[in-house]
């Protein structure tokens, strides 16, 4: 067996990557149509502040630069563009690292993402890097830019601008195809990158690298990232945490949120805690913003990065248009968002310019008919009541068409830039506003162009709490006396394991005939349930092992009798039964835990009982969790309501559920690597203050 070869240290930093002195072009040409040409190009238009180096072996000069043959005949080059055609590839990064290039951008697709042959060339490309510490941007990407510098390494149509528009906002795309429509639609607004990144296939360096850089780069106040997949989910949520503590925002969008993983037919818990449902737990509790549209993770970037965190949730409403206002209002519901109530002083300054039965919030400018000549006044005037309300946390002006359209959209921007609150406009018209759209971008205000994309740009502004205090360190693994055999845990192995770890459970005891099953329920007390124990039938009340109400020994033998015969014809190694307490007036939930490759141990809460499928309520969090963590898991449930005492029903135990959160958690990390899958359902809730017992239980120990 060879030796693995020992990974040489890197040539460049991710700072001298994007602060290169020398940049060379493969495939450099005069004919801008092509990749190499267009890549020249792009350098000289945007103002490379550096050297750029054409290679090609059938041109002198390209572009009016000296053009060289080889990089072998090339000054020393910091970064080297490949866009040759796929089988050159390995052969060219061959030849770059023997020159001693610093790092490879690779364009070229048809690696890891085509199949066999491309896989084993990527992983030749990838091993070259590592002997010899060059790195590696790619393949099957679509380059980089600094906008600071002019570094701008793609070929993509969208850099066929006058300038590019520096700015404080990082991207990072695993999709390069992504990440250039979501510049152009910024760039089209005004919104200014720092650096963009088109990771590709990650052959060396990955999109944590490139993050940990923008983390401590002192220009990028904002990070975007969108992810397709993560090899490393702890070092992602350690970055995630390093970015909180450096007050700067992180949007990310991930591809793939229907992914649910792996199925397994034992567990609820693997199939609804799902693959995203683990990221965005993982990545929600490390303080990211979470989006799920590639533009609004642009527009919510800039409006986090033109005014920081939130201080109070209550939108304040301007519009032009009454219908406009009631559509607005109604969709603040489906997402989460508050209308601010303006108090008495609010309505008093609105009188002077405001019908008497248009004093209150969303406010309707067009009920009032002004002249052009007060309109700047009366903008003036509404604007500054409505800002000065203290529940209004943000003014919203969602933009129809109006009389006056460019002269109104002006005042309102003079007002709003000195009022002192977060602004966001939606222009809601087509061409007909484009003036106005120019109007707000020169006056240094937010907009976005669809209702849709504001109100998710707001949910997004509001869910980024970077001050919010720490829940607290969880509890540590609970150790275990007893560890758990492999395999899988019927309902009494599953219990045990639960009572162990603190978790209530219900009074029952195995039983293997009919005289035992009539003993057992005599001894824990009537009314009594009897079910069959399987290590194969999963839903046992769908496959009729399952006896509620038993009041008396003679139905309890009569249940007996029954379940065992339907049981062995189920399974016939079962070999008992059970007889339990029956627990009434709970409110079923489900709590399970399971082990994630990338994450490791979580825990997930909601709704329980036959409503598991139908509600698909859940909730996921990483273990150990703490109780703040817990109870917040619990408050983001549909059926929250339900535990608070809905229409007249009484309080549940919360306080127990949480606790139950709490001891699952300590179990699923004391079992590590051993624990896949862990389900209570139900776990019945009983009313304040008496408790919460595991129901039904299942588990799958490796």
Known sequence: ??????????????ARIFEPQRVAVFGASDDRGKWGGRIMHYLALHGFQGEIVPLNPRRNTVQGRKCYARIADAPPIDVAVIAVPAVAVPQTVRECAEAGVGCCVIITAGFAEAGA???AAQQEIARISAET???LVGPNCLGLINFRNGMALTSARVLDVERI??????LLSQSGALMLSVYNRAHDQGIGFSQLVSLGNQADLDICDFFEYMIGDAVTKVICLHIEGIEDGRRLIDLLERAQEAKKPVIVLKTGRSAEGEAAAHSHTASLAGAYSVFAAACRAAGAVLVDDPDVMALAADFLLRNGRAHGNGIGIISSSGGMNGIVADRFADHGLRLARFNAATREALKPVMLPAHLDNPVDMGTRRQEVGEVRDIAAQLVAAVAADPDVGLVMIP?????HYEASVTALCEALKVCGKPV??????GSVATGVRAIIREGGLAYCDRLDDGLRVLQAYFSYTPSAPRAGPPPAPRSLSHPPRSGYLSEPDAKALLSEAGVRVTHERRVCSTAEAAEAADEIGYPVVLKGVSNSVVHKSDAGLVRLGLRDRAAVEAAFAEVFETLKRLDPTAEACLVSEMVTGG??????AKRDPQFGPVVMAGAGGILVELLKDVEVALAPLSAATAEAMLHRLRVWPLLQGFRGEPRRDVTAVVDTLV??????????????ELDINPLLVLREGKGAIAADSRAVIA
Not at 165 to 170: C, D, L, M, S, W
């Open 165 to 170: 528009i520096p700015g404080h906002i990082g």
């Open 399 to 403: 933009l129809t068409t109006t009389p």
């Open 133 to 135: 510490g060059m790195r």
């Open 424 to 429: 966001l406009f939606v222009v809601t018209p």
């Open 663 to 676: 001891k699952v958690g300590q179990l699923a990390a004391a079992l590590g690597d051993r624990l896949r």
């Open 117 to 119: 042959e491309g896989v």
């Open 587 to 592: 409110l079923e939930l489900i709590v399970g």
């Open 1 to 14: 067996m060879s030796a693995v070869p020992t990974k040489a240290p890197p040539r460049l930093s991710i």
